[in-house]
């Protein structure tokens, strides 16, 4: 899954396309699926820590002309949004396309409700509080991965209430934990496939890994690919990332891999 990120404010700068006209950043969707990326993920608000809101306004007045540019070429297409409203805008648009929702609903009521309706394929990730509080709030007392684990039986519940069949966990690295419990959990991750659900992995370029390292998300490139393959190592199924080109490589590597050994 590659990343467009339609704003100017996303932690990694390689992945700021919000100053691109949408012609060229309907160009950056596409290049990623010519590197091989199955799903591009395009987002209009960013979600790190200490970002401001914005309006689904404005979210839809960023997002829209690329939308309608991609609308009819046959392509994989994530939007990553919290809000319901923008789901209706770019069904309405787009048609049929995967849901990517930080929040899990807890955002907006009406979000549920609406892929359920839409039958949509959902991303639900674990997450506490807001980007403006969700680093204060990073206390597990029976463990992050089985506070993890238990969101989601919860929210398992929740998507059979409203008719959402397929839906992918996120687990929500670097969301409300610290950079110790960030790296607990993707030691721990087998654990969540215990749940049965395809499980995303988003741990490009994080601060869970440039501060362990001591660089910058532009040089996190060679670690991120190593914590990418611990990921796939323990049962992740789909990765989130800003380089297709290199991880697919990685991808290729894992599977070789696992084919000597069998």
């Not at 049965?196 to 992995?201: E, S, T, V």
């Amino acid at each position: 899954m590659g990343i467009v990120n339609l704003t100017d404010d996303s932690f990694f700068s390689g992945s700021r396309y919000g100053s691109l006209s949408s012609q060229e950043a309907v160009a950056a969707v596409e290049k990623m699926f010519q590197d091989g990326a199955s799903i591009v993920d395009i987002g209009a608000c960013s979600t790190r820590p200490g970002a401001e809101p914005v309006s689904p306004q404005e979210e839809w007045e960023r997002l829209r002309d690329v939308i309608k540019a991609l609308a009819g070429k046959n392509l994989c297409i994530s939007v990553d949004t919290t809000s319901a409203e923008i789901v209706r805008r770019v069904y309405d648009t787009l048609g049929p396309f995967l849901v990517n929702d930080i929040s899990s609903g807890e955002d907006d009521p009406d979000m549920l409700p609406l892929v359920g309706s839409l039958g949509l394929e959902y991303v639900a990730m674990h997450k506490r509080g807001n980007p403006r509080t969700m680093q204060q709030l990073t206390d597990y007392p029976q463990g992050v991965t089985q506070a993890v684990k238990s969101y989601f039986e919860a929210f398992s519940h929740k998507a059979e209430a409203y008719g959402i069949r397929e839906w992918i966990l996120d687990p929500g690295f670097g969301f409300a934990k610290t950079l110790e419990q960030n790296w607990e959990l993707l030691g721990n991750l087998h654990l969540l496939t215990e749940l049965g659900r395809p499980i995303l992995d988003g741990l490009s370029r994080k601060s869970m890994i440039y501060k362990l390292t001591g660089t910058t998300p532009e040089e996190s490139l060679p670690a991120t690919q190593i914590a990418n393959y611990i990921a796939l190592l323990q049962g992740a199924t789909l990765l989130r990332v800003h380089d297709i080109p290199e991880t697919v490589r990685t991808v290729q590597i894992f599977s070789e891999a696992t084919r000597i050994q069998r």
